[in-house]
């Protein structure tokens, strides 16, 4: 079986991102897992630790870093607008 190609391997990381904060925001921490996670996008979930070889955590932490890094641009440019 062929590798997948390095678009199909970030479209599966991207996927599952998704899919954890659709679950995180469904059923909090505890409702996220790495076979929720995997059924949900429709891969093994080996697949998904080849992604995020340590797990759920991983994958909650990128999504939180995520957050905090969108919220600072937003807050950045809400300063910036008030300010001037």
């Given at each position: 079986?062929?590798r997948?190609?390095?678009?199909?391997?970030?479209?599966?990381?991207?996927?599952?991102l998704?899919?954890?904060?659709?679950?995180?925001?469904?059923?909090?921490?505890?409702g996220?897992?790495?076979?929720?996670?995997?059924?949900?996008?429709?891969?093994?979930?080996?697949?998904?630790?080849?992604?995020?070889?340590?797990?759920k955590?991983?994958?909650?932490?990128?999504?939180?870093?995520?957050?905090?890094?969108?919220?600072?641009?937003?807050?950045a440019?809400?300063?910036?607008?008030?300010?001037?």
């Open positions: 079986m062929p997948p190609r390095r678009e199909d391997a970030q479209d599966t990381r991207q996927l599952a998704g899919a954890a904060l659709v679950l995180l925001h469904q059923y909090g921490y505890l996220v897992s790495m076979d929720a996670v995997a059924k949900a996008i429709g891969v093994r979930k080996a697949s998904l630790y080849h992604h995020f070889p340590s797990g955590e991983q994958m909650i932490l990128e999504i939180a870093e995520r957050a905090i890094a969108e919220d600072r641009v937003g807050i440019s809400a300063i910036k607008a008030h300010t001037t």
